[in-house]
């Protein structure tokens, strides 16, 4: 099956999802391949956004799609089919985060990280992508995974309680308190700039 003509909210051609899901039920593996690919970004960062560790959440996102395509069957083609992969993700990366056992890290001291001027655009972008990173893991998971999936991937308040089997005005709620300890945790920045 082909693109329909028009976007979804990244810019991405539109597909008959529902079609998608028939065909790859059927056997076939372009149309498993279409579905995956459609959403492996955003069920990182959702997994990413649960788990906070790029290891884990690659595991966890491994662990979602997988178990998405063995309940491909239970899929219910009257609804989008992204907030139910991504609700099963989130899933797969709570119950990982459940499993695993506590690792130890630490931050390196003031001492240790190099000093002087940044040397290009792209090393500043890299900070700065840090930076977000660390703020975001400051966040009460609740708050992260909803300015995540309402920021970063663009869901509705709806979709986003539906992927997180939460009320709307949680989701709400949650986006508001995330947005305004993100800029208490990142004012520093703009004195920077």
């Known amino acids: 099956m082909s693109a329909l003509p028009d976007r979804d909210r990244s810019g991405q051609a539109r597909v008959d999802e529902p079609a998608l899901v028939a065909r790859a039920l059927a056997g076939d593996r372009a149309a498993l391949g279409m579905l995956v690919e459609a959403y492996a970004g955003s069920v990182r960062r959702i997994t990413r956004a649960i788990l906070?560790?790029?290891d884990d959440a690659e595991d966890a996102a491994q662990d979602g799609?997988?178990?998405a395509l063995v309940k491909l069957d239970r899929y219910d083609p009257a609804r989008?089919?992204?907030p139910w992969l991504l609700r099963i993700a989130a899933n797969a990366a709570i119950?990982?985060?459940?499993r695993r056992s506590v690792?130890?890290?630490r931050v390196l001291g003031d001492d240790l990280a190099a000093g002087g001027p940044l040397p290009d655009a792209e090393t500043e972008r890299l900070a700065l992508g840090d930076r977000l990173r660390a703020a975001l893991d400051e966040l009460p998971e609740h708050y992260r995974v909803a300015?995540?999936?309402f920021d970063v991937e663009g869901y509705s308040h709806a979709e986003i309680a539906e992927i997180l089997g939460v009320a709307s005005g949680t989701v709400r709620s949650a986006v508001f308190h995330?947005?305004?300890k993100l800029r208490a945790l990142l004012d520093d920045l703009k004195e920077d700039r």
């Open 147 to 149: 300015v995540v999936l």
């Open 178 to 180: 995330a947005r305004r």
């Open 80 to 82: 989008p089919f992204g």
């Open 95 to 98: 119950d990982r985060r459940r």
């Open 52 to 54: 906070g560790n790029v």
């Open 103 to 105: 690792r130890e890290t």
């Open 65 to 67: 799609v997988l178990t």
